[in-house]
Nanobody
Framework: QVQLIESGGGLVQAGGSLRLSCAAS????????MAWFRQAPGKEREFVAS????????WYADSVKGRFTISRDNAKNTADLQMSSLKVEDTAAYYC???????????????????WGQGTQVTVSS
């Protein structure tokens, strides 16, 4: 079992920055990759960014490339999402996911991940 707790959400003006953090506990040595997804009201949960635990290789959705940066700290079992140049359309609940193994799916797919946190709200005002 892996438990994930997100933190760092809040209210920010457009153009501002925010840093989210995801802390993993439990069987963290089994984690293969971690990711951030988001879900706006009335919309499906969508991929934001992912990072492989061992290599640190990141992957981003086109909508956040150049604005968001995902990083991981294996010693602390955390995966952070630094968000800059925030837009109103970035407003959503942000969820952290953890995958325990490589599987024949893109890391941008929901089903790639085995565990999810409860989410943290990010609201960007105009």
């Amino acid at each position: 079992q892996v438990q994930l707790i997100e933190s760092g959400g809040g209210l920010v003006q457009a153009g501002g920055s925010l840093r989210l953090s995801c802390a993993a506990s439990g069987r963290t040595n089994n984690i293969y990759a971690m990711a951030w997804f988001r879900q706006a009201p009335g919309k499906e949960r969508e991929f934001v960014a992912s990072i492989a635990r061992n290599t640190g290789v990141p992957w981003y959705a086109d909508s956040v490339k150049g604005r968001f940066t995902i990083s991981r700290d294996n010693a602390k079992n955390t995966a952070d999402l630094q968000m800059s140049s925030l837009k109103v359309e970035d407003t959503a609940a942000y969820y952290c996911g953890a995958a325990l193994s490589l599987r024949p799916l893109s890391s941008s797919h929901l089903d790639f991940y085995d565990y999810w946190g409860q989410g943290t709200q990010v609201t960007v005002s105009s």
